[in-house]
């Protein structure tokens, strides 16, 4: 059973370009959620996600950054328009329902984004 | 606003010995905290996890305690292991899987 599978693992981008974060959850696991660190930093809740819906993105800044999780294919977190403060380790994870209330998440490897 | 808090960036113990790692956390609300694990350029790894009703949960070498009174936390690992130095961090949740992590504490165990 493979784990969360996140890709790119590093990513460079200037100023004022696109990132496309990719996650795909394990096996049997509905929900997902985004996490970033920022560097000397804890990991700080981004969104919350189910097939086709958002549940909460409570910490999702309110520009540049959307998440979706569609019917079909990875869960993608998307920043446009980058800058410097971007630049960060995203944390994809995943849990099946049962497991929903208890915070027992998996996470990925995570994705290096460097912005120059 | 941080609700969790991990005041000590880092711990070095002897092999063999006793680790504990404190947490500290203002918010009430929630309903149970965990412990994760995380070596370099690797995603965080669940360790234990405690109830807010409970004061106490074991998993072989490590056992979490909670003392909601004084909205504290600690893991203790027993005993330390060259291959547990990573960084530890605790967190709090209150639904699902939105948690709120601390800053994390660098656990260094020398053989």
């Known amino acids: 059973n493979a784990g969360v599978m996140q890709n790119p693992r590093h990513l460079v981008r200037r100023r004022g370009q696109e990132a496309r974060l990719r996650c795909s959850p394990m096996k049997g696991h509905s929900h997902v959620y985004w996490y970033r660190q920022l560097p000397e930093e804890g990991l700080k809740f981004m969104v919350y996600?189910?097939?086709?819906?958002?549940?909460?993105e409570s910490g999702m800044p309110k520009e540049r950054f959307s998440a979706e999780f569609p019917k079909e294919g990875p869960s993608i977190l998307r920043i446009q328009q980058v800058v410097r403060g971007d630049s960060a380790a995203y944390f994809c994870a995943s849990s099946p329902p049962s497991r929903e209330k208890t915070g027992e998440l998996f996470f990925g490897e995570g994705s290096r984004l460097t912005v120059l | 606003d941080q609700q969790v808090k991990q005041n000590s960036p880092s711990l070095s113990v002897q092999e063999g010995r006793i680790s504990i790692l404190n947490c500290d956390y203002t918010n009430s609300m929630f309903d149970y905290f965990l412990w994760y694990k995380k070596y370099p350029a690797e995603g965080p790894t669940f360790l234990i996890s405690?109830?807010?009703?409970?004061d106490k949960n074991e998993d072989g070498r490590f056992t979490v305690f909670l003392n909601k009174s004084a909205k504290h936390l600690s893991l203790h690992i027993v005993p330390s292991q060259p291959g547990d130095s990573a960084v530890y961090f605790c967190a709090g949740g209150t639904s699902y899987g939105k948690l709120t992590f601390g800053q994390g504490t660098i656990l260094t165990v020398h053989p």
């Open positions: 996600l189910q097939k086709e819906n958002i549940i909460d």
């Open positions: 405690i109830s807010s009703i409970k």
